[in-house]
């Protein structure tokens, strides 16, 4: 017999959750098939990913393995192509074996939720740091490890000021929670290693709006976080919006611009690009849904969690949190069998049993059902408390007050953990007068110019104010340097707003080794600049 085939899309609260009510509400019942696709094969617990940055959990505390989490549930590790809803099946990337995979559906839940987007805000994409899961977590830990190993040995007073310097936009939960957990995680490692004055560090907190946490909590309870913020050293900047991003700094919408090599961005989050080309009911990128979790125009479709609308008794909308994620698996899971088998559906009317928000180094803020209100030391004991009794499995549990525990007797490691080589191309941007290189650098990129216009300045013109050559998009600079083993031979800054791509010195020249025609046509150009050199013409920069 032919199995009822229930297909999941996303391994966050929803998904995963909604398998594993199934699960419960399946034993011994051979006649439906569950699936879950997910891009990871663990399951993140998103409320203590902050704690990664300062070390006050292990790496993998805030993670569970798919497999334990849903035994019975068939699992795909894949990312998903597309989503066809006519013919009921989602095309998956291929795996080992380059062949199109379909997965064939009777009932989708689609849960994929929200994806960080930098779209029209240049410069973020390349310079701002994400956090939205555990390599957005790991990576940023190792980058401030790896600015104080740096900070140890350098004296310019103004690259120091900028590596001291770490701006982190949004001042919702997120954002104030990361925030939190740097300023502490920065200020130990100050204390830790003795190679800068506590008094040089500067955290930026950046918000829009005239209080942070103005749309998650009272006003008592924000003042409050904000105050305890700016108690603890960090700067806050209210009715602020980050515009773009260079290399070396984070500008505003006002033009002002923070010198840092350090920005954190929490927003702005846009919804899954596969949600978005759905051919059905949005509102602003959410599936709006009836109060039963299924789509409007689908008797087989049903979403939850971040992407989905889902209406409430009282009015308004379900917020994308996760306790009202885990509650929406719960009736989702009834009504997908009710659905099957001619049954009523379930409503969803759970409106939340309150907010908490970690605030860093034992301290919180909470209301909790509409009515208590507490910050300080008793919001962190119950933000601790609360969190800790939803974590997924007892060994979790286990693994995270140990953790806890450890961390009030044994100072937390500092080290920092590689896990990739990092990119060969990377593409970079640059607001007008940021500079690209200085003369007498070293030659360790070779670049090409994407979009906008630069300018080359040489200290051996007559008037090395003035810029003796003008890079436009499509052209390429840099390569003499690298090939050479030379140090610049010209500084060049952006003339306007700019984008490069930027490829290694070791992997420019393995690509010169190994395509000859590249390498010949390389070298006619870097011939023919040269000659403009010895001749007096206006030079290109090596």
């Avoid at 994929?112 to 930098?118: A, E, I, P």
């Avoid at 350090?262 to 059905?280: D, K």
């Avoid at 803020?365 to 609360?386: D, N, Q, Y």
């Avoid at 937390?412 to 593409?427: H, I, P």
């Amino acid at each position: 017999m032919t199995k009822h085939r229930i297909v999941i899309l996303g391994g966050g609260f929803g998904g995963v959750y909604t398998a594993q009510a199934l699960e419960k509400l399946l034993r011994g019942d051979t006649s439906v098939e569950v699936s879950l696709v997910s891009s990871e094969n663990y399951f993140t617990f998103h409320p203590m990913l902050p704690e990664v940055i300062s070390g006050e959990i292990g790496l993998t505390d805030t993670v569970s393995p798919l497999h334990r989490m849903v035994p019975q549930t068939r699992l795909y590790i894949r990312e998903i192509e597309s989503i066809d809803c006519a013919r009921k099946v989602v095309r998956l990337q291929p795996g080992f074996v380059p062949r199109a995979d379909e997965l064939p559906y009777d009932q989708l839940v689609v849960a994929l939720g929200n994806v960080t987007d930098f779209r029209g805000m240049p410069g973020l994409y390349e310079h701002a740091k994400p956090f939205k899961n555990l390599a957005d977590a790991l990576s940023l830990r190792n980058h401030l490890i790896r600015v104080f190993d740096e900070v140890a040995n350098i004296h310019d007073p103004e690259l120091r000021s900028e590596l001291l310097t770490f701006v982190v936009a949004g001042g919702g939960f997120s954002g104030v929670e990361v925030c939190a957990e740097l300023n502490d995680f920065v200020r130990k490692l100050a204390r830790e290693r003795r190679i800068c004055d506590p008094a040089e560090l500067k955290v930026v907190l950046l918000h829009s709006g005239e209080r942070i946490l103005d749309r998650e909590l009272p006003q008592s309870l924000g003042e409050y976080a904000q105050k305890l913020l700016a108690k603890r050293g960090v700067e806050i900047r209210l009715k602020t919006r980050l515009a773009t991003a260079s290399p070396s700094a984070a500008v505003l919408k006002d033009g002002e611009r923070i010198p840092c090599r350090t920005l954190v961005s929490t927003v702005p989050s846009a919804p899954h690009p596969l949600v978005a080309a759905l051919p059905l009911s949005q509102d602003k990128g959410r599936l709006r849904t009836d109060p039963h979790l299924r789509l409007l125009e689908s008797d087989h479709v049903w979403a939850i969690g971040d992407c989905a609308l889902i209406p409430l008794p009282s009015g308004g909308f379900a917020p994308p949190t996760a306790q009202h994620a885990t509650r929406e698996a719960v009736v989702l899971a009834h009504n997908l069998l009710a659905n099957r088998r001619g049954q009523s559906l379930k409503p969803f009317t759970f409106e939340g049993l309150g907010k908490l928000g970690s605030l860093g180094r034992r301290r919180a803020v909470a209301e909790m059902f509409s009515k208590v209100r507490l910050s300080g030391m008793p919001a962190w004991l119950a933000w601790r408390t609360i969190y800790w009794s939803k974590l997924p499995g007892f060994s979790r549990k286990l693994k995270v007050g140990a953790s806890w525990f450890l961390d009030l007797l044994l100072p937390a490691e500092t080290v920092q953990l590689k896990t990739d080589t990092g990119s060969s191309l990377t593409q970079l941007h640059y607001e007008p007068g940021d500079v690209v290189f200085h003369e007498g650098d070293l030659g360790d990129a070779f670049y090409m110019l994407l979009e906008g216009e630069a300018q080359v300045f040489g200290s051996q013109s007559p008037d090395p104010s003035q810029p003796i050559a003008t890079l436009r998009a499509g052209e390429f600079f840099g390569e003499m340097a690298v090939l050479k083993r030379q140090a610049r031979a010209a500084t060049v800054k952006a003339k306007t707003a700019i984008t490069l791509l930027a490829l290694r010195q070791q992997d420019f020249q393995s690509l010169m080794a190994h395509v000859p025609e590249l390498r010949t046509s390389i070298e006619r150009v870097m011939e023919r600049r040269q000659h403009q050199n010895s001749s007096g013409e206006l030079p290109i920069p090596k």
